[in-house]
């Protein structure tokens, strides 16, 4: 374990230092930095390092590419009082069929076996985000915008977590997230896979709407899969956590052929059941329409491929 007092950040002392950007160029105020606080950082080699180290420094946050965590520290002045750094730990790399390490990067997602959740890591961020932002950094955050979330509940998913002391279990995706931001880990925990059921899932789509059409985060994000037991859609940034539309997916597979009136009630009964609200990214009722059009298209697209 590579264990050090690192002067990763500062604290103002009063004095406005800046780096190298006047003041008055700056979009956003910086925190000034003029004396260095020591913290411990570990930087952990494998699973049981990485708990154990959380085991020690309960209050420690966990790194992995530290787009969500660097922006709470730079910009929001956030602290936390030790690092546990993930990037080095080999056994949450991997991506295949049936389990996903939360270590993997975007950047691999977008070359994912599963469709879905390719075309999602193709849409977030920009490359130098993909190229850091991890999976499991998504599920940590637990933004209800996070691109990764709804198809992981759209696959029925389970999200694997260890700790020091009572070793791996699997949480269902529907327990794990249980609000803005907030999830079911315990605090003595690591996410370190999300762990799907046996394929059975034939075609996946994924869409979101935002402001602009690169680096932005969702207005409104859905996946739609059809399996061998009938269609599922889950959707994003409509509800504290990402959601099912459960019965718009009893409707659809009640259909057996399902026309053009039976698509367009499932668009409208998923904008039925979505919980949007309105905040600085969009309405409550734009958001609604937006999800039942992404649905209905999504629905499509599976329908003819
Ligand atoms: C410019 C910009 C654009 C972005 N665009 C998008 C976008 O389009 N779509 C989108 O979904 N997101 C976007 N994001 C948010 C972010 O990139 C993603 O949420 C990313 O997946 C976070 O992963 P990370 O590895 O960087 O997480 P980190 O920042 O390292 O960690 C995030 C949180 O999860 C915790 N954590 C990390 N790994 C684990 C683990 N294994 N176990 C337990 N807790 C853990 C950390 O302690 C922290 O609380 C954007 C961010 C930026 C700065």
């Keep these: 374990m590579f264990l050090n007092h690192s002067p990763l950040w500062g604290e103002s002392n009063g004095a406005a230092v800046w780096w190298g950007v006047p003041p008055s160029s700056l979009p956003v105020p910086i925190h000034p930095v003029v004396a260095f606080v020591a913290m411990d950082f570990v930087g952990a080699r494998d699973v049981a390092e990485a708990t154990a180290a959380k085991a020690s420094i309960p209050d420690a946050q966990y790194l992995a590419g530290g787009t969500d965590l660097m922006v709470d520290v730079n910009l929001a002045g956030h602290r936390p009082s030790g690092i546990i750094g993930l990037r080095r730990i080999d ?3 991997d991506l295949g069929p049936t389990r996903i390490g939360a270590g993997v990067t975007w950047l691999r997602l977008e070359q994912a076996p599963h469709r879905a959740l390719a075309q999602a890591a193709r849409a977030v961020g920009s490359p130098q985000i993909r190229a850091a932002g991890t999976i499991g950094g998504n599920i940590g955050t637990a933004s209800p915008a996070g691109d990764g979330l709804p198809w992981i509940a759209a696959l029925d998913a389970g999200i694997e977590v260890a700790s020091h002391d009572r070793g791996r ?15 079911s880990l315990a605090p003595d925990e690591m996410i370190t896979a999300v762990v799907l059921p046996e394929d059975e899932t034939e075609i996946q789509e994924f869409a979101k709407v935002g402001s602009r059409n690169a680096m932005v985060i969702s207005t409104v994000s859905c996946v739609v899969v059809r399996t061998t037991a009938g269609y599922r859609v889950a959707l994003g940034s409509v509800a504290p956590t990402p959601m099912r539309a459960f019965r718009a997916e009893e409707m659809i597979n009640a259909e057996a052929a399902p026309s053009a009136t039976a698509i367009a009630e499932f668009g409208r009964i998923v904008a039925e059941e979505v919980r949007p609200i309105t905040d600085h990214r969009s309405t409550e009722a734009y958001r609604r329409h937006a999800a039942g059009v992404l649905a209905r298209r999504l629905l499509e697209r599976c329908l003819v491929a």
Excluded: C, D, L, S
Excluded at 169 to 183: A, M
């Design 169 to 183: 279990r699997v949480v269902p995706w529907n327990e794990f997230f249980t609000g803005v931001k907030q999830t």
């Design 91 to 93: 056994e949450i790399q």
